[in-house]
């Protein structure tokens, strides 16, 4: 596999809103046309957030948007992969900007890989966590841990994953996950009858992730990616 020892910056977000990561994915996937180097690994959380991917049933959204704004829970069609999934605080999501080598040129081989660096993250918590024939995503006892979807122009990568660590998982009651029918989420939490860090599980995940693309990652802070990526999106955290 191609891309040994390519440098990618980790940056640790906090919680942001959907958009405004959005926004950040785009400047990056600019800069990274245009010669910026480094690849690039965006963990975070997000408040309360729906999204509907390029596939997306609309029928698969089990409440109206009026419920939704009480609950203020935000709603966004994305062009991601993928069809209908709940983000929100105490999940961790990691957007992937990086230019795929020659040798990793297979849109299926990338999506094997993040569940790859998921299933050894999950290992090292001594949860089994392992794939689900003829769907994506990572699996722990029947039940979904981490959903994924993302979208690849000219061998940039964008979107990702999302990890369920500390997730209220009440909300999925809202959507069919990913179109699933029948099938339940569960959380490291849940799996674990403990409390997790997200930032911990953050800190861990660079490291695995890193492994299996065969990067040297680095974590940075917000203000130095900014900088290094001469972008000009206005980052702040939410609660």
Known sequence: MGGADRDCLVVYMGRIGYSQALALQMQLCKAKKEGFAPDVLLLLEHPHTITL???????NLLVGEAEL?????????????GDITYHGPGQLVGYPVMQLEKGERDVHKYM???EESLIRLLALYKIQAGRCEGMTGV???GRKIASMGVHISRWITRHGFALNVGTDLSFFRFIVPCGLVGKQMTSMNEMLGAHLELTDVAGQYMVEFGKVFRRSVKRVSQDQLCREGRLCVEISSTV
């Open 53 to 59: 991917g390029r596939k997306a049933n609309r029928e």
């Open 139 to 141: 699996w722990s006892h």
């Open 112 to 114: 094997y890989n993040l």
């Open 69 to 81: 704004g009480e609950r203020s829970v935000q709603l966004f069609n994305a062009d991601r992969g």
